[in-house]
């Protein structure tokens, strides 16, 4: 019941979104994934090491697919997001924790970056 109550919120909270608050919502979940892999690390178990680094992997990728060549700052962009995604690569190969915490620190700047663009547009008010 709990479960189904969570997933009929957060598919609600999608549906809803606006196109900021859900390019948030992929910088959380990588964060999200991310910290979860550091725990596997942490605790020796490979398959959610890899199997949440992919997540995070596949959430940089639908970033890198977003953004749009019009704007002069999509090549900044470009470039943080691939070495990102090449850092969660090595650190999935690796399982080294330090390598996964240095595309962790990225991914955190880029949503801190994008949720004061958020506010200074005062993007998702109510």
Do not use: H
Request: with cysteine; glycine share 4%.
């Amino acid at each position: 019941m709990y479960q189904n109550s969570t997933n009929a919120y957060l598919r609600n909270a999608v549906m809803t979104a606006s196109p900021a608050e859900l390019t948030l919502m992929l910088y959380e979940g990588a964060i999200k994934f991310c910290n979860i892999a550091l725990v596997g690390i942490e605790k020796q178990d490979m398959e959610k090491v890899n199997v949440n680094l992919k997540k995070a992997q596949a959430i940089i990728t639908e970033l890198r697919a977003t953004l749009d060549p019009k704007y002069p700052v999509w090549q900044d962009f470009e470039r943080v997001y691939d070495y990102i995604y090449r850092r969660l690569l090595e650190g999935n190969i690796k399982k080294d924790a330090e390598i996964v915490e240095d595309a962790l620190k990225y991914i955190r700047e880029m949503r801190d970056t994008w949720k004061e663009v958020m506010r200074l547009n005062k993007v998702g008010d109510k």
